[in-house]
């Protein structure tokens, strides 16, 4: 069982900054593909960013390619979304997830543990 804690969401203006972490609990946290999703309300949950288990590889929903970057540090067990030039449109919930497949890394069901999530809003 993976346990998965975000943090770092809160409010922020529009064209700001924002940094957003989530730590695993699992040793053997590169053994896992993760990714980030958001929900916001009355809307689906929706694929942000993913990032391989070395980190070599990533991917990015198009509304988000150029203004975020996912990374993640092994050592620390911990997986990160770099959020800047954030728009109104970004406002939502926004969740870490850890996987065990090998493609597909925008499909949510592929993805076996998820947090409970940290709130991001936008002002305009």
């Known amino acids: 069982q993976v346990q998965l804690v975000e943090s770092g969401g809160g409010l922020v203006q529009a064209g700001g900054s924002l940094r957003l972490s989530c730590a695993a609990s699992?040793?053997?946290?590169?053994?896992?593909?993760m990714g980030w999703f958001r929900q916001a309300p009355g809307k689906e949950r929706e694929f942000v960013a993913a990032?391989?288990?070395?980190?070599?590889?990533?991917y990015y929903a198009d509304s988000v390619k150029g203004r975020f970057t996912i990374s993640r540090d092994n050592a620390k067990n911990t997986l990160y979304l770099e959020m800047k030039k954030v728009k109104p449109e970004d406002t939502a919930v926004y969740y870490c997830?850890?996987?065990?497949?090998?493609?597909?890394?925008?499909?949510?069901?592929?993805?076996?543990?998820w947090g409970q999530g940290t709130q991001v809003t936008v002002s305009s």
């Open positions: 997830a850890a996987g065990r497949h090998y493609s597909h890394h925008s499909d949510y069901g592929n993805y076996d543990y």
């Open positions: 699992e040793r053997t946290f590169n053994n896992y593909a």
């Open positions: 990032i391989t288990r070395g980190g070599s590889s990533t």
